[in-house]
Structure formats: structure tokens, C-alpha cells
């Protein structure tokens, strides 16, 4: 058969690959520690399940608005609006299904052949993938573990030309877990301005920060970037939502329009029921966010710990997210090889950095039990002292 060019550009995603195969060994019973993919382990809250069940009962199984159901954009705006001090309406927002189809959806409607997009690396390993299907070029920025792998505004002037469309900023960053400071951000937004590009601010794991770290939305820094930006969001990582696919793109009417015209065409709405779940998550407060937050940051502590008493390896501490990037080079290993040796050796599931644009790297991802973290820490612990 003769597939399109297009896919044979495209490499299948290893967070999703990696962790089916962790789960499947799972299954078959065999002692897995699994630190792959980024999906918190807590059920979602029970206020949310509550909402899509009572959605169920009442009927909210038909077709929908393919943008989303009112109530919900308006929801979104509110939140942006309250939280992140982003002046949307309910008409500049889309839903989608999962943070990672609202990119999709974005790079459809902005991106085509000639188009560059800039990506600081380490990146999300789906970003460059979607650029490639859009048919635009991913321009990748290598940041330095020095620079706690952030962009420097003479990093991102440097990389524009006059082909550049799009900057990807996300920050709480996976996989470093790096959170670029409010001073940091408002850089960014002035080179972004002043060289007149867009710019995408991937906020998923705005919710999960340690020790003060704060986050700041690029688009509230100021009125000229707010015209700049465009906002990706969900509800998988912060509400434990990870299996609902809900997520949403903020922007410009013009851009929304175009998304709500390619989601016309491709999935139609959002499963009518799950979106109510949705709009209780938003409505419901952020008590049940700041439960899972405290356990994010006791399992960040742990598996930190860890990790320093373990010869050979080291990685800068997280400010955000849940996932640790570990520099693995002095085992000498490519991260595929260390990764695929560990699940073979050891039975522990990691993400290889070169994913991610790093080969001297792994990720692993705390999103899970302790027990769990302390036993896979013990299972890395030997694996690496077996080699060194
Ligand atoms: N975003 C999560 C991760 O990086 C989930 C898997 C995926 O969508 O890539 O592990």
C-alpha cells in the first residue's frame, strides 16, 4: 500500500506506546513499575463522574455544537478570565478532544508547507509530529540542562525568520518539569511582540507547581500579546480526566472559527455527556486540584530523594508537573537502550529522553503510588550500579 508522505514523516508517540506496553505486562501479571506515561493514578473526582452520570440520565446524548456545549465555553472563559487573567469570551473558545487535538486542530488551521515552528527541546514529543502533519517545518531550539532547559529570548530572536509562523511555549514544561518565572515569560512576550510571530502556551500542568513556583499565562503580560497568543488547555492532568478527552484552544475569533470548521468536519463535538463532567470540574472548586497537588508533591520529594543516591545519574528538581528528566550519559547507554534494558532487567517503564528531542536523557513520571516509586527507585537504583 502506498501511504502519504506525510505519515511516513511521523514517528508513532512513545508516551502512548511505552505505557501500553507497561500496562498489557501489567496485565499479565507480571510486577511492572510503571513511571511512562504523564496520567495522574487518583479516579476522577466524584462531583465530576456525579455530573456526566446525572448528564446520562437527562438525555445530554446527542449531537452538541461542534465548538462545544455553551455552558462550557462559558465556563472556560470564566476560569481563563478569573485565573489566568485572560480576557476571552465564550465565542473565543473551542473544545476539543484532549489538550493534544487542540493543537492538532491549531496546526491545521495556521499551519501549512513553508511555515517554520519554533520548539524549545526538550519538547512534548507530539508537538514536532503535529507540526509535520500540518506540512509546516518544526525549527527545534536545544536548550542547556545550565539554563534549567528554558528558552532565552536571544534563543527564540535567533530562530525567527521570515518563514516563522509559531512559537510552542509550555511551561509547567513536560518532560523537564522546569517552570519558566513570571520575569522569564514577560521576556519571551516582548520578542514574540516586537518580531510579530504567534505564540501557543501549552498550560496543562498549570495547576501542578512546588515550593511558590507561580505560573504566568504569556497572553495576561500585556494587550499587545494578548493578540498574540493562543491558549491550549485541558482537564486530564489537573482533574484527573486523563480518559475523557477534554481539552480546549483559546484565541482569536478568527482562529476558533477556522478550529470550529475543521472539528465540523472531522469529529464533529465533544461527547455531549463528558463535557458536563467538565463543567463541574470548573464549577466545583479546586479543593479536590489541591488534594492531588499535595500528593504530587510528597511523590516528587521521594522520588527526587531517591534519585540523588544513585551514582551516575542526576537531573534538575522539578518546580512543576510530574515528571523527572534525568541525565543518564554517564552510563554510557543511549536513553532507547537504557529504557528497553530497565523494562527488560528490572520491569520499570521509562520514557527514553530522545523522544522528547535528548538522548541523554529518560523521563519518568511520578504520577504514581509511592510504594510503587519507592520499589522502581530501588530497581533503577540497581540497574545502574550493575553497569557503572
Ligand atoms: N502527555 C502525557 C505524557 O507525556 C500522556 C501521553 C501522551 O499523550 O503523550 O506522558
Not at 485572560?86 to 478532544?97: F, P, Q, S
Not at 508533591?297 to 543516591?309: H, P
Amino acid at each position: 500500500m502506498k501511504l502519504t508522505t506525510r505519515i511516513t514523516q511521523v514517528h508513532p508517540s512513545l508516551t502512548l506506546t511505552i505505557s501500553a506496553k507497561a500496562k498489557a505486562m501489567k496485565a499479565e501479571g507480571l510486577d511492572v513499575c510503571s513511571f511512562s506515561a504523564g496520567e495522574p493514578d487518583f479516579d476522577t473526582p466524584e462531583h465530576i463522574k456525579a455530573a456526566a452520570k446525572a448528564a446520562l440520565d437527562t438525555g445530554k446524548t446527542k449531537y452538541g455544537p461542534a465548538a462545544g456545549e455553551p455552558r462550557l465555553r462559558e465556563a472556560i472563559a470564566k476560569k481563563l478570565g478569573e485565573e489566568n487573567g485572560l480576557g476571552y469570551e465564550a465565542e473565543n473558545i473551542i473544545v476539543t478532544n484532549g489538550g493534544k487535538h487542540s493543537l492538532f486542530n491549531l496546526m491545521l488551521a495556521l499551519i501549512e508547507a513553508g511555515d517554520e515552528v519554533i520548539i524549545p527541546a526538550p519538547y512534548w514529543l507530539s508537538y514536532p509530529e503535529m507540526v509535520k502533519l500540518a506540512g509546516g517545518t518544526p525549527v527545534i531550539v536545544t536548550t542547556s540542562p545550565a539554563a534549567d532547559y528554558k528558552i532565552t529570548p536571544e534563543q527564540l530572536r535567533s530562530a525567527i525568520t521570515p518563514q516563522t509562523k509559531l512559537f510552542i511555549l509550555n511551561s509547567p514544561s513536560n518532560p523537564t518539569g522546569m517552570v519558566y518565572t513570571p520575569a522569564e515569560i514577560q521576556a519571551l512576550a516582548e520578542v514574540v511582540v516586537e518580531e510579530d510571530i504567534l505564540v501557543v502556551s501549552d498550560e496543562i500542568y498549570e495547576k501542578i507547581l512546588y515550593d511558590g513556583a507561580q505560573h504566568l499565562s504569556i497572553g495576561a503580560v500585556g494587550a499587545e500579546i494578548f493578540e498574540h497568543t493562543i491558549i491550549s488547555n485541558g482537564f486530564a492532568k489537573a482533574f484527573s480526566m486523563t480518559g475523557w478527552r477534554i481539552g480546549y484552544l483559546a484565541g482569536p475569533l478568527e482562529l476558533i472559527k477556522a478550529a470550529t470548521i475543521i472539528q465540523g468536519h472531522s469529529t464533529s463535538n465533544i461527547c455531549t455527556f463528558a463535557q458536563y463532567g467538565a463543567i463541574a470540574a470548573l464549577e466545583g472548586g479546586l479543593d479536590c486540584v489541591e488534594q492531588m497537588l499535595q500528593a504530587f508533591t510528597q511523590r516528587r520529594e521521594v522520588m527526587y530523594e531517591r534519585l540523588q543516591a544513585i551514582p551516575g545519574l542526576s537531573c534538575p528538581k522539578p518546580d512543576g508537573a510530574f515528571y523527572l528528566f534525568i541525565d543518564i550519559r554517564k552510563t554510557g547507554l543511549t536513553s532507547l537502550d537504557f529504557c528497553n534494558s530497565l523494562l527488560e532487567s528490572q520491569q520499570v517503564a521509562a520514557i527514553p529522553g530522545i523522544a522528547f528531542g535528548n538522548d541523554s536523557c529518560i523521563r519518568l513520571s511520578y504520577a504514581t503510588d509511592l510504594a510503587t516509586i519507592e520499589k522502581g527507585m530501588e530497581r533503577i537504583d540497581k540497574f545502574v550500579r550493575n553497569i557503572l
